[in-house]
């Protein structure tokens, strides 16, 4: 019960409780070893409390490691919990800022999943059990992903707004559920792989709002400081999919063609962002040029996410990526 933490935080103690291994082992190379969990985990019942992770949905957990200080994912089929219970009075009394990042996350994880590089372009595999878990853009996660676009659009900035707005946070949950189902799918890409960069070098940045004693970003946060900038550099490898994505986030698509697609999603997203009181990109949460090159080379570890964008980043591309998300207005 609890929000993205506390799920993923179950999901782990249950893989490593009943087949007990070192704490990489289960991580995807080159920082784990890549080892599969093993067989089936305890029966595990999901219970979202905030609107955005849909973990109770997917079969990854992220964990972030203290040693090297960033998040990795681990993935499994049988992480999937056995059952969801999805209610929206769980977020009746969430905070204003708490829905707005998770928001995002919910957000990035639909936009994602509608950009991710197409399962039809992964290669054949011989052996069923490698194939990978996150198989890129596919028909299924299209629709949720789709739909979950669309409630954003209509729901975001009412669920942030009013809490009592019912119909707002409701489908807000619904959203979360629905591009936790498509991201479960299809996986995430580069706005995810690069906010662990984020996240990685967070020691001197803390958020408003959060009373925690550490440095802290919200995940969802650490994913939508970045979008803006990220969409202008992967659109020219999906040019359609970025100008249909933009269309459902509400923006005004009219006339514009595949050249204008990373402008107009990237203008949308900041609309968006500005609209919910959202940090201005990575320097309106405190960082500066100095922390790119390391923020950089932290989310060059991400290779599956990375390899599931529609164009694949160098890790000097990542670091002008980053460049030109310091600031948006
Ligand atoms: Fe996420």
Redesign the pocket.
């Given at each position: 019960v609890g929000g993205?933490s506390s799920m993923g935080t179950a999901k782990a103690a249950m893989a490593y409780a009943r087949y007990p291994c070192g704490v990489t082992d289960y991580f995807g190379v080159p920082v784990g070893a890549g080892r599969p969990i093993p067989g089936p985990l305890l029966p595990h019942i999901a219970c979202p409390t905030t609107s955005g992770?849909g973990s109770e949905c997917t079969s990854v957990a992220v964990i972030r490691l203290g040693e090297i200080d960033s998040k990795f994912v681990i993935g499994s089929p049988f992480m999937m919990p056995d059952e969801a219970i999805v209610d929206p009075t769980c977020t009746e009394t969430l905070p204003a800022n708490v829905v707005a990042s998770t928001g995002y996350?919910l957000m990035?994880?639909a936009l994602e999943c509608y950009t991710a590089r197409a399962y039809t372009r992964w290669d054949r595999v011989e052996d069923p059990a490698r194939r990978t878990l996150l198989q890129g853009a596919n028909p299924w996660s299209d629709m949720a992903a789709t739909r979950a676009l669309e409630i954003v659009d209509a729901y975001l900035e009412r669920g942030i707004a009013d809490a009592a707005d019912h119909e707002a946070r409701d489908q807000l949950m619904w959203g979360a559920t629905l591009a936790g189902m498509a991201f479960g799918n299809s996986g995430?890409h580069l706005p995810?792989a690069m906010s662990y960069g984020v996240t990685h070098l967070m020691k001197h940045v803390t958020t408003p709002g959060y009373d925690v004693p550490s440095p802290f970003v919200p995940?969802?946060i650490s994913?939508a400081v970045g979008a803006p900038a990220i969409v202008r550099y992967l659109a020219p490898g999906a040019p359609g999919r970025h100008l249909e994505a933009a269309g459902h986030l509400g923006a005004d698509t009219r006339g514009a063609g595949e050249d204008d697609a990373g402008d107009v999603l990237s203008s949308r997203l900041v609309d968006l962002m500005r609209a919910t009181a959202a940090p201005n990109g990575l320097g309106g949460l405190g960082f500066g040029a100095d922390d790119l090159p390391a923020m950089a080379a932290s989310s060059a570890r991400q290779k599956r996410a990375i390899a599931n964008a529609p164009r694949i980043a160098s890790e000097d591309e990542i670091q002008s990526i980053y460049a030109n998300a310091m600031s948006y207005w």
């Open positions: 993205g992770t996350d990035c994880h995430t995810h995940h969802g994913v």
